[in-house]
């Protein structure tokens, strides 16, 4: 059974890491989200909930409003071929969330399985505070970017950063072709 809010809320608890979260009507896309931004500081993002042709999953985690090349990723990412969207019950079976609440700490769910390879966005682990939902479409946490990493970490994760968006992975996108 995923874990909920109050799981997720006491682990970051038990690891020392403060957190502030705050409730809000549901959210389902980042565009549905833009009035939440403007009341909380940090970083808002997307997640993108990925599968390669091998069946390797992948969360991608960027800012909100990052370009992400969605034909080059997969080389940036060490894809095999071609990624593709998992389907809801692929995501729900890994990370224990359904669309729309799609978020790094969803990597708690993921603890024992091990199945999903985090991808953090080197633009958006440059920002500090971060917001992501709690698991819930219906809240937004705040934690610090380098508390992020200690929790994916204590996940069992270690989160590839790197450039997936803006004008360093443009760059090296081109380069790969």
Do not use: W
Not at 50 to 73: M, T, Y
Not at 108 to 121: G, L
């Amino acid at each position: 059974m995923p874990a909920s809010r109050a799981d997720l809320l006491a682990f970051l608890d038990s690891l020392g890491i403060e957190t502030t979260t705050h409730d809000h009507e549901a959210v389902f896309t980042v565009s549905e989200s833009t009035e939440i931004h403007h009341r909380m500081p940090g970083g808002h993002t997307k997640n993108l909930f990925l599968k390669d042709k091998k069946g390797r999953i992948f969360l991608v985690v960027a800012l909100q409003d990052a370009e992400i090349d969605l034909k080059s990723l997969h080389r940036r990412i060490g894809a095999q071929g071609r990624l593709s969207f998992g389907k809801p019950e692929l995501l729900m079976e890994t990370l224990g969330v359904r669309p729309g609440s799609v978020t790094p700490f969803a990597l708690y769910n993921d603890r024992d399985a091990q199945q999903v390879t985090p991808i953090f966005d080197a633009a958006m682990m440059a920002v500090d505070p971060l917001n992501f939902h709690p698991l819930e479409n219906i809240a937004t946490t705040t934690i610090c970017r380098d508390d992020l990493l200690v929790f994916a970490r204590a996940c069992g994760h270690d989160p590839q950063v790197i450039a997936v968006s803006g004008e360093e992975a443009a760059t090296e996108a081109g380069n790969d072709v």
